[in-house]
């Protein structure tokens, strides 16, 4: 496989790369949506904003300042400027997130990328007819077995049996890429395309991994790369990243946040 970055330009400047609105965390995840934000960030998009609640917010703040922030108030108004648009992480599943997925959906146009993770793929299993109704032509979804058990109405048995049929099911229905993650994460594409990805250990086996897998995916799409490569390299410099933290750290020690302080080793392996 070869895994192609983004070409970086010389004569440039941050909206050459893209812009990200990450809609994540809640008042009890803000943790998703530091992950996520910060993980596009880092595989070279030029801006990430993060809408978010207050308080989630004022958590992510006091960790970086290289994020613009977006009051959930706000998003409708920020999502025409947005290049990309991830939903889902930490967001959680109460009232005031599903009437934002809906609003979002409802109100984005047809050609922005869209992935959707965690808490947006558990809302979309409960009314799919958000999505399928309105023939969107970028979308990734980056379910877990049992997320994409609800998407498909299986079991989580069923989706484990055959992971490949299950990814390539869920791209027919959704008209979308498909990273189902496993030990070995497929990605499959509607027309076809399929990648197997060999990168990633147990360590990466903990809570904010896939939150991490998602920005990445994000600030890889934001970059003008086509979704399903984008998702392939995401994936393989994801689970790079986990190989070089086990190997620094040891597969029981690596948290989520060190694999976003191990993306610049996992690059540095495709510039040589």
Do not use: W
């Not at 703040?61 to 290049?83: C, G, M």
């Not at 993650?181 to 594409?189: E, G, W």
């Amino acid at each position: 496989m070869d895994y192609r970055l983004p070409k970086r330009i010389q004569n440039s400047n941050k909206a050459t790369y893209g812009r990200v609105l990450n809609i994540a965390g809640s008042d009890y995840m803000p943790g998703a949506a530091y992950l996520s934000s910060v993980s596009a960030l880092k595989v070279g998009c030029g801006y990430c904003f993060l809408a978010s609640t207050e308080r989630v917010i004022d958590v992510v703040a006091a960790q970086t300042q290289n994020i613009v922030f977006v009051p959930n108030s706000k998003i409708l108004e920020n999502i025409r400027y947005a290049d990309v648009v991830e939903i889902g992480c930490g967001l959680s599943q109460g009232e005031e997130a599903v009437n934002i997925f809906t609003s979002v959906l409802s109100n984005l146009d047809k050609d922005i990328p869209l992935i959707i993770d965690a808490d947006g793929l558990n809302i979309l299993s409960k009314t799919p007819e958000i999505l399928t109704s309105r023939n969107f032509s970028n979308i990734i979804l980056t379910p877990h077995p049992k997320e994409a058990a609800r998407l498909l109405d299986y079991s989580t048995d069923e989706v484990l049996a055959d992971v490949e049929k299950s990814a390539k099911k869920i791209s027919v229905i959704y008209n979308c890429v498909t990273v189902l993650k496993t030990h070995n994460t497929v990605v499959s594409a509607p027309d076809g395309r399929k990648y197997i990805n060999n990168t990633g250990n147990s360590s990466m086996a903990k809570a904010g991994s896939g939150d991490v897998l998602a920005g990445m995916i994000s600030g890889i799409v934001a970059q003008k790369m086509e979704i399903f490569e984008a998702a392939v390299l995401g994936v393989y410099l994801h689970g790079l990243s986990g190989d070089i933290a086990a190997e620094k750290l040891t597969e029981y020690s690596v948290m989520a946040e060190d694999l976003i302080s191990f993306i610049p080793n996992a690059i540095k392996t495709l510039l040589n």
